[in-house]
Nanobody, 124 residues
């Protein structure tokens, strides 16, 4: 079955950086577009970033554009999210999701959360 295990979250100061990882198994990772989504306390899921199966096309939400960058290593079945210039409003649980096709933002179908997520807290 599809398994997605997120890691790399933690406490960061404003302006700091974190790198999230998502280990995928149970499906052909190299054939799947992927996304990162997040959920802040008391809020719904927010799309953050998408990457195509080859890793040569990415789209980021306006709220993270220029600060976050998605990447992937298909040989390692792993998805990454490099987060720089972190802000307190980036505080959330971050999840990786498998996409049925490459999409971004409101163009994506409802996300299916399969992992436990990784908590990112940005605070001084």
């Amino acid at each position: 079955q599809v398994q997605l295990v997120e890691s790399g979250g933690g406490l960061a100061q404003p302006g700091g950086s974190l790198r999230l990882s998502c280990a995928a198994s149970g499906f052909m990772f190299r054939d799947a577009a992927m996304s990162w989504v997040r959920q802040a306390p008391g809020k719904g899921l927010e799309w953050v970033s998408s990457i195509n199966k080859d890793g040569d096309r990415t789209t980021n939400a306006d709220s993270v554009k220029g600060r976050f960058a998605g990447s992937r290593d298909n040989a390692k079945n792993t998805l990454y999210l490099q987060m720089n210039s972190l802000k307190p409003e980036d505080t959330a649980v971050y999840y990786c999701v498998r996409l049925p096709h490459y999409c971004s933002g409101h163009g994506c179908p409802p996300f299916t959360i399969r992992g436990q997520g990784t908590q990112v807290t940005v605070s001084s």
